[in-house]
């Protein structure tokens, strides 16, 4: 058995997965995550996500490199890694026709809580959860708010060290989400509980993560806090669209003081510099001497928005549907999942 690196919660050295023979969905990834750490992993569709969060909670073998979980390397010891983790799937994989409190206690069971302990437990992980007074209707009947956070109580009835949340609140409303991150920080603090999270949300991560990592294309291309990532764009964006095409704007905006890239997008231009503010009087006087008319101009601040879109070359889609691969990895998980009883 390998002897686990000396620190981190989460380890990946050169992780790297192939299907087929051919498809390398991820290339030799190499990452730590501390713990208690709050960790952030982005990435366009298809681009390795659900594959990653499938090789770290032992639910695919990898193709090449090792991963470490908790001190245990995933691949010689799946069983333990799962025992010691809790996973909250964008699915929903508590089961509709059982009550809530039937879902959370069988979680328990299933996880080798102590048989004493399992009722109580249960209990109080529901009140914790807003959802006490439901625990005896059937799931299928709670909001979409309320079946989240009994996915949370179902996730973490065994007190894992390690929480693992793959786009946990897809679908719902900005109430719902801050809800059921609150419910999430109060358990890091208390029980200084490592999570690895993937969301859609740009702004969850910026205000939950400590730090992110950026996969794009079965590579990592960029981790660090979300202030560190802003600041590499080195200022400010601004996006200027023509009313006509120009031969002649790209070159023109290049001459402009202070502005440090231009790249053409969406039949405009992106451009970073120190101030938005200063560059755009120049800007718009520029084209009007040049005889260009303009459709737009707009400034933004660096968000990880712009992040992901410097360093992926696209803009973040929520409404993204998950590639071939990963639904099948999902069903994979899904399926270990509902069977550990077995």
Known sequence: MSAAPASGSIVAEGLGKTYGGTVRAVDGISFTVQPGEVFGFLGPNGAGKTTTVSMLTAGLAATDGKAFVDGLDVGANPLGVKRRIGIVFQEMTSDGDLTGRENVELAANLYGVPRADVASRSQQLMERMQIGEAADRLAKTYSGGMRRRLELAVGIVHSPSILFLDEPTLGLDPQGRAGFWKFVEELRREHRMTVFVTTHYLEEADGMCERVAIIDHGKIVAVGTPSELKDRLGGDIVTVRPVQPSASLEGLLRG???????????????????????????????????????????????????????????????????????????????????????
């Open 256 to 342: 402009l003081p202070g502005v440090s890239s231009v790249t053409g997008q969406d039949g405009g231009f992106r451009l970073k510099c120190p101030s938005g503010e200063k560059l755009v009087p120049a800007l718009v006087e520029a084209c009007v001497r040049a005889g260009v008319g303009l459709a737009s101009v707009a400034v933004k601040r660096p968000s990880l928005d712009e992040v992901f879109l410097e360093f992926t070359g696209r803009e973040f889609r929520e409404d993204e549907g998950m590639s071939a691969t990963d639904r099948a990895v999902v069903l994979s998980r899904v399926r270990d999942q509902l069977g550990r009883g077995r």
